[in-house]
């Protein structure tokens, strides 16, 4: 059972846009910035997202985030079938002292 | 070009030890936070272990504290993990990555494999 709560599975067609919901409590999310992170099969993860909603470079611009209080979310447009892979959130648990991740969404392109 | 290039990992038998290591190029290495993230074969990123800048604060999940240990020789630009009394359910692939809260960990190593196995 991970701390931060992530759908399992998304789904939509090429073209469309998708949103991932990541959900936590006030040690978390609601207090420190939140990342996203994308893996393909058999590779390490990605940075797509940092600080909420801050792009690394190279990132382009169809993906983006947004927090709310105690929830992130990450959204992707104009989907593509080259965008199916694994999504975490991730952040850190202030009353833990431990980083903690989602449990990750599989995004499907129909 | 920033890189990270993880060693070490292996076969091991239960109650065994193993250390890991995490090679920096391309950045200055005593300037960020480090850390090691695990994948359990099918599931999702779990986080192992974090270090400061100067290596004078670790933090460790629940499920290896007391048996895993992080350190780092800024001076040879090298990660460590240093896992004793292994047990099964701590094989995975094992991934070093550079940043915390702040960044978000932005740079990956490709992985090095630890499986537990009698």
């Given at each position: ?93 202030s ?16 | ?20 290591s ?19 074969p ?8 974090g ?46 990555a550079r ?20």
């Amino acid at each position: 059972q991970s701390v931060l709560t992530q759908p399992p599975s998304v789904s939509a067609a090429p073209g469309q846009k998708v949103t991932i919901s990541c959900s936590g409590s006030s040690s978390n999310i609601g207090n420190n910035y939140v990342s996203w992170y994308q893996q393909f099969p058999g590779t390490a993860p990605k940075l797509l997202i940092y600080k909420n909603n801050g792009r690394p470079s190279g990132i382009p611009d169809r993906f983006s985030g947004s927090k709310s209080g105690t929830s992130a979310t990450l959204g992707i447009t104009g989907l593509q079938t080259g965008d199916e892979a694994d999504y975490y959130c991730g952040t850190r648990d202030s009353s833990l002292s431990v980083w903690v991740f989602g449990g990750g969404t599989k995004l499907t392109v129909l | 070009e920033v890189l990270l290039l993880e060693s070490g990992g292996g076969l091991v038998q239960p109650g065994g030890s193993l250390r890991l290591s995490c090679a920096a190029s391309g950045f200055t290495f005593s300037n960020y936070v480090m850390g090691w993230v695990r994948q359990a074969p099918g599931k999702g990123l779990e986080w192992v272990s974090g270090i400061s800048v100067s290596g004078g604060s670790a933090d460790y999940a629940d499920s290896v504290k007391g048996r895993f240990s992080i350190s780092r020789d800024n001076s040879k630009k090298i990660l460590y993990l240093q896992m004793n009394s292994l047990r099964a359910e701590d094989t995975a692939v094992y991934y070093c990555a550079r940043g915390g809260v702040l960044n978000g960990m932005d740079v990956w190593g490709q992985g090095t494999t630890v499986t537990v196995s009698s």
